[in-house]
Structures are given as structure tokens and as C-alpha cells.
């Protein structure tokens, strides 16, 4: 059976679509990972459940989904760049149809590489919106302890009262404007090293190993195209596994992503210089298991994200779209 060529255009709709599906289905457990991986003092959530029970007691039902306009927005070019760049290398690097091992670890180090110009500025704006609630959260818990004022925030304007009144103030338009006033487009670009650091091992374990699980049962297809005569729900179950275990592989690189992109810190709370200071720090204070908080949310939010993508992505979508702008 001849490979099954897909435009480049039609590989960037599938890759959108499925990123905005998936994102609106596992957003809530992503506020609740950032909410997690920035505790460092006070205890504000003992877990996930927890995390989120509160967020809506205190935040209401839409609380869940603070920072989701961001990547609803810029989600769309993120997945489109990631798995359209993926395709592209594999395509490129395939000789007769068939790719070797090392051909799949380089392409997915060229998809997250490729894909960093637009993560990480989502990742810094809905950052900050996500763990507004948890700032907002650990200052009514120790409002009746005096405490020094806190340094000059990106995040609330300087006017902003403290509590959820000024957290819900926060914006992605203010957060960008004040960064981009202050700090130039490098300001909306901090965390980059840390970024790659998670996103090209992230590629390089997920897309191998979909890959071989996208195979499972067609031995004669094992090193060429993922995308040839997979069934959708074999694609879909790949996708869940890989992107599980890529997840928690690179959870502690996310931990120091999360913290070194978090502009605003709590009472108690370090700041960083750097990825080497912020893995020092972590490991002095907060001891190894510090490195894998958000694991179990990590997981739950890139299993079915990228379960979904990949589904999408096989499905076609992307060509039928195309079929009907003829």
C-alpha cells in the first residue's frame, strides 16, 4: 500500500483542531499542575482533587479555566508547528520508506525545538493566570500574620488589591503589555533554555515510541510512516501511552520551567537567576521529590491531549477541510 501523502497545509488544520479539542478537555488539570508545581511554602492544596474542589468554591466553575483563552489561542500554531514539524522530518529523513531509530529521536528533537517560538510565550502568559487563584488563595491564609511587601509584580498592576478581586483583574493583554513595557520581547520569552530543556526530550521520547506502538500488529510498516493504514483507535491509545510516559519522564524539567516562568511569588516563596540556581534551590529546600510534584496531573494532561491529537490528526480532518474550500 503506497504511503499516504498529506499536504503541508492539511497538516497544519489537523494539528490545530486537535490542539484546541484537546486543550478544552484537560485544562482544568493543567491549572491544577502549575498550581502544584509552584508550592513551596504554605500548602495551600493537598492535591489535585483538592486543587480543583477549591478552585471552584473559590473562583467559581470557570476558575478551572484561567489562562485557557491563552492557549486556546496559541495552542492552534503550537500543535500545528509540533506535529507538522515531526512529519516533515520524518519525511525527511526516511530513505525507502523506512526510519531508523535515530531518524525518529532527531525528528522529534527538531519538532520541540521548532515549536518553542510560540510555547514558550503561552507558557509564561497562562502561567501567570493559572496561579493567580493560588496567590490570591495563600494570602487570605496568612492575612493575619504580618508579612513584608512583596517585590513590585509583572502580573498586578501596581494599583491592584490584594486578594481574588485583583487576580481576576489579571489579563494576558495587561501581563503582555506590562512585560512588553518593562522588559522588551525578551521579557515575554523568559524560560526559553528551560523550555527546550522539557520540549526537545519530551519529542524525542514521545514520537519514537508512538511510532512503535502506532505499529503494534502491522510488522511490516514498523519503521515507516506512523500515519499508513493506522486505525483511529490504535492511534488514539498510542498517543495516551506515549505521551504518559514522555510526560513524566520530563516532569522534573518542567517543575523548573513552571517555577523560573512564574513571575509573581508568594510569601516565602524563591525567585531564580537561573536553571542552575532554580535546581539547586528546589533540591536544597524542597528536597528530590520536589522535582516530581504534578506528576499524576502531568500525565492525566498529556495522555488524552496527545490521545486526542493523534486521533484528530488521522483522521483527516484536515484534508476534508481543504476538500471543501475546493
Same mark, same amino acid.
Given at each position: ?42 500548602? /495551600? ?50 530513505? =525507502? ?33 493559572? =496561579? ?121 524539567? =518542567? ?14 516563596? =524563591? ?49 476534508? /477541510? ?5
Amino acid at each position: 500500500m503506497p504511503e499516504k501523502k498529506v499536504s503541508l497545509p492539511a497538516k497544519l488544520i489537523n494539528g490545530g483542531v486537535a490542539g484546541l479539542v484537546g486543550v478544552t478537555c484537560v485544562f482544568p488539570i493543567d491549572l491544577a499542575k502549575t498550581r502544584l508545581q509552584n508550592q513551596q511554602g504554605a500548602r /495551600v492544596y493537598s492535591g489535585m482533587l483538592d486543587c480543583l474542589t477549591k478552585t471552584v468554591r473559590t473562583e467559581g466553575y470557570f476558575g478551572m479555566y484561567r489562562g485557557a483563552a491563552v492557549n486556546l489561542t496559541l495552542v492552534t500554531p503550537e500543535k500545528a508547528i509540533k506535529l507538522a514539524a515531526n512529519d516533515i522530518f520524518r519525511q525527511k529523513l526516511s530513505k =525507502d520508506g523506512k526510519l531508523p531509530l535515530w531518524g525518529e529521536i532527531l525528528a522529534g528533537c527538531g519538532a520541540g525545538t521548532c515549536q518553542v517560538v510560540v510555547t514558550t510565550p503561552m507558557e509564561m502568559l497562562k502561567i501567570q493566570l493559572q =496561579d493567580a487563584g493560588r496567590l490570591a488563595a495563600q494570602r487570605s491564609v496568612s492575612a493575619s500574620a504580618p508579612a513584608a511587601s512583596p517585590a513590585p509584580s509583572l502580573v498586578a498592576s501596581r494599583t491592584a488589591q490584594a486578594g481574588h478581586a485583583a487576580a481576576r483583574r489579571a489579563s494576558a493583554t495587561s501581563i503582555t503589555l506590562e512585560l512588553l513595557r518593562t522588559r522588551g520581547l525578551r521579557g515575554l520569552y523568559r524560560g526559553t533554555g528551560a523550555t527546550l530543556l522539557r520540549d526537545v526530550p519530551f519529542s524525542m521520547i514521545y514520537f519514537p515510541l508512538f511510532a512503535k506502538l502506532n505499529a503494534v500488529g502491522r510488522r511490516e510498516d514498523l519503521h515507516g510512516n506512523p500515519q499508513d493504514r493506522a486505525p483511529f483507535m490504535q492511534s488514539f491509545m498510542a498517543g495516551c501511552a506515549a505521551g504518559s510516559v514522555a510526560a513524566v519522564a520530563v516532569t522534573p524539567l =518542567d517543575v523548573i520551567k513552571t517555577r523560573l516562568q512564574t513571575l509573581q511569588k508568594g510569601q516565602g516563596e =524563591d525567585s531564580y537567576r537561573g536553571i542552575i540556581d532554580c535546581t539547586r534551590r528546589i533540591l536544597n529546600r524542597e528536597g528530590p521529590l520536589a522535582f516530581l510534584k504534578g506528576a499524576t496531573c502531568r500525565a492525566l494532561v498529556i495522555a488524552p491531549l496527545f490521545g486526542i491529537a493523534q486521533g484528530v490528526y488521522f483522521l483527516g480532518i484536515g484534508e476534508k /477541510v481543504l476538500g471543501l474550500l475546493g
